[in-house]
C-alpha cells in the first residue's frame, strides 16, 4: 500500500517570501503525484500533477513542484507567495500499478500562512 | 461548466439519527468517489464508483454507512445511526473512468458536506 507523509503540518511565511511545502511518499509501484489546495469551507482543487515526463512540474498561482524518484519526494514551491495563498496543501499520490490501481492517497495536509 | 455539486452543504442531527448527502458529477464524469475528511486530516476514500458498480467500498463502515448510484449519474450517502465520531467534512469527487481506459484521470472535488452530531 502507498502512503503519504507531509513533513509540517503548519508554515508560516511572511508576504512575497519563497515557500517549500515538502512531501514524501511511499510505494511499491510507480505513482503519479498531485498537490491540490483547500481554501476554508471549500472543496480541493487541483495545484499541479506529475504524470510522466519533466520532474519539474509547473501548476497554477505561480506554483511548482519537483519529483526526485531517488528521495521520493514531491515537494511544492512559490518563490515569493501573496496573503491569498494562506490555505490548506494536501499532498497525493495514485498507484499506477498493484492492487491499489488508481486509489488517491493523502498526506495529513500542510497549512500555510502568510502574514503581511 | 458547472462543477461537483453537493448538499447539503452544512447538516446538524442528534446521535442515532439518519442523514443523507447527495452528490451530483460533473457532467460526463462516469467515476464518483466519497471521501470523509475529519479534521485537520487529509481525505479518505469511502468508496468508488464506475458507472452505478461500486469497484472499491473496502473502507466503507458497512454497518451503518451505505450508497447508491442508481442510474450512474448522482449519488446518495446515507448513514442510519450516526455516532458523535461521524462529525466530519463529508466530500464528493468525480472523474472520467480509468478502469476500461487504464488511464488515471484528475479528480474534481465538491465544496463538501460538513456533518455535526450532537
Known amino acids: 500500500a502507498q502512503s503519504v507523509t507531509q513533513l509540517d503540518s503548519q508554515v508560516p511565511v511572511f508576504e512575497e517570501a519563497p515557500v517549500e511545502l515538502r512531501c514524501n511518499y511511499s510505494?511499491?509501484?510507480?505513482?503519479?503525484l498531485f498537490w491540490y489546495v483547500q481554501y476554508p469551507n471549500q472543496g480541493l482543487q487541483l495545484l499541479l500533477k506529475y504524470l510522466s515526463g519533466s520532474t519539474l512540474v509547473k501548476g497554477i498561482n505561480g506554483f511548482e513542484a519537483e519529483f526526485n524518484k531517488s528521495q521520493t519526494s514531491f515537494h511544492l514551491r512559490k518563490p515569493s507567495v501573496h496573503i491569498s495563498d494562506t490555505a490548506e496543501y494536501f499532498c497525493?499520490?495514485?498507484?499506477?500499478?498493484?492492487?491499489?490501481?488508481?486509489?488517491?492517497?493523502f498526506g495529513q495536509g500542510t497549512i500555510l500562512t502568510v502574514h503581511p | 461548466e458547472a462543477g461537483v455539486v453537493q448538499s447539503p452543504r452544512y447538516k446538524i442531527i442528534e446521535k442515532k439519527q439518519p442523514v443523507a448527502f447527495w452528490c451530483n458529477p460533473i457532467s460526463g464524469h462516469n467515476t464518483l468517489y466519497w471521501y470523509l475528511q475529519n479534521l485537520g486530516q487529509g481525505p479518505e476514500l469511502l468508496i468508488r464508483?464506475?458507472?452505478?458498480?461500486?469497484?472499491?467500498d473496502s473502507q466503507l463502515p458497512k454497518d451503518r454507512f451505505s450508497a447508491e448510484r442508481l442510474k450512474g449519474v448522482d449519488s446518495t450517502l446515507k448513514i442510519q445511526p450516526a455516532e458523535l465520531g461521524d462529525s466530519a467534512v463529508y466530500l464528493c469527487?468525480?472523474?472520467?473512468?480509468?478502469?476500461?481506459?487504464?488511464?488515471?484521470?484528475?479528480?474534481?472535488f465538491g465544496p463538501g458536506t460538513r456533518l455535526t452530531v450532537t
Open positions: 497525493a499520490v495514485i498507484n499506477a500499478g498493484g492492487t491499489s490501481y488508481g486509489k488517491l492517497t
Open positions: 469527487a468525480s472523474s472520467f473512468g480509468m478502469r476500461t481506459s487504464g488511464t488515471i484521470y484528475e479528480q474534481y
Open positions: 510505494s511499491s509501484v510507480s505513482v503519479y
Open positions: 464508483y464506475e458507472n452505478e458498480e461500486a469497484v472499491d
